[in-house]
T-cell receptor, first 112, second 119 residues
């Protein structure tokens, strides 16, 4: 079946620290992979995506590379800001059907 | 990007009453919308897929008679929680795909969510 596992939080970092949030998946076929961000009181927003192996998604300084060999899609940012404080969700969409499968979310707090 | 709204953002109701939540795509037509439920500190669970002009497709374990979904137009889907009980208290989120967007088939735009509290 399809599932997503991401590291549990909460994660607390100082401003300008390096961020990694791990995400691994199991899927039948070749899924598309996503990172969504949820700011307090808001809905989910797409942060970045990758649709095939070795693709790198990037946005707002965040990056994630689709690694088929390790079934991973880890999120990284070299220097976090206070405004990056949010909950981050890793997700996959199977290559058949409409359903998205989400990880449990990782809460990030960045302190000045 | 495409915008999806939900109304209300927050609702408190008494046990046994019904609550309707609206999901609208504001600047695009969505033939398909999705309803999710999010428990505290947990992920989103897909409840059902709402198809304009036809019956919704419910995920296994979701009671279709309790969670009524109506997708009457290309920009509006509603979720009605019938005879709500405290265990139905949760955060309900809708999403929609924008088929007119390049690659839009591969992305979902999410509403801000509705916090339901059943007393």
């Amino acid at each position: 079946g399809n599932s997503v596992t991401q590291m549990e939080g909460p994660v607390t970092l100082s401003e300008e620290a390096f961020l990694t949030i791990n995400c691994t998946y199991t899927a039948t076929g070749y899924p598309s992979l996503f990172w969504y961000v949820q700011y307090p009181g808001e809905g989910l927003q797409l942060l970045l995506k990758a649709t095939k192996a070795d693709d790198k998604g990037s946005n707002k300084g965040f990056e994630a590379t689709y690694r088929k060999e390790t079934t991973s899609f880890h999120l990284e940012k070299g220097s976090v800001q206070v405004s990056d404080s949010a909950v981050y969700f890793c997700a996959l969409r199977a290559n058949t059907g409409n359903q998205f499968y989400f990880g449990t979310g990782t809460s990030l707090t960045v302190i000045p | 990007g495409a915008v999806v709204s939900q109304h209300p953002s927050r609702v408190i109701c008494k046990s046994g009453t019904s609550v309707k939540i609206e999901c609208r795509s504001l600047d695009f037509q969505a033939t398909t919308m999705f309803w999710y439920r999010q428990f505290p500190k947990q992920s989103l669970m897909l409840m059902a897929t709402s198809n304009e002009g036809s019956k919704a497709t419910y995920e296994q374990g979701v009671e279709k008679d309790k969670f009524l979904i109506n997708h009457a137009s290309l920009t509006l889907s509603t979720l009605t929680v019938t005879s709500a009980h405290p265990e139905d208290s949760s955060f309900y989120i809708c999403s929609a795909r924008d088929p007119g967007l390049a690659g839009g088939d591969n992305e979902q735009f999410f509403g801000p969510g509705t916090r339901l509290t059943v007393l």
